[in-house]
């Protein structure tokens, strides 16, 4: 099972980024899918969560800037990121849950300047 993150960059805060879970050698499309970001010297918080009936849930940070979604026939899950602001700096990582099952990406880098 893998899960890979891509997307991540450099950006000016009001710009954007769209981010992506690919996931491997698991019934994605069953899945729950969760983004969560850490910022140096904090904790990992959530950001947003995709389930397998296409429900979706935003932290209050990024609501109406941020857009998740998924696509089961490529076992992608699309966070589409807008009107960034530099405390959206973070790695993020892409979660993929099933009950007790869950699995991470390695992390993509968002940093987003004045």
């Known amino acids: 099972v893998r899960l890979v993150e891509s997307g991540g960059g450099l950006v000016q805060a009001g710009g954007s980024l769209r981010l992506s879970c690919v996931g491997s050698?698991?019934?994605?499309?069953?899945?729950?899918i969760t983004w969560f970001r850490q910022a140096p010297g904090k904790e990992r918080e959530f950001v947003a969560s995709?389930?397998?009936?296409?429900?979706?849930y935003y932290h209050d940070s990024v609501k109406g800037r941020f857009t998740l979604s998924r696509d089961n026939a490529k076992n992608t899950a699309n966070l589409q990121m807008n009107s960034l602001r530099p405390e959206d700096t973070a790695v993020y990582y892409c979660n993929a849950r099933l009950s007790n099952d869950q699995y991470w990406g390695q992390g993509t880098q968002v940093t987003v300047s004045v």
């Open positions: 995709i389930y397998a009936s296409y429900n979706t």
């Open positions: 050698g698991m019934p994605f499309s069953k899945y729950g």
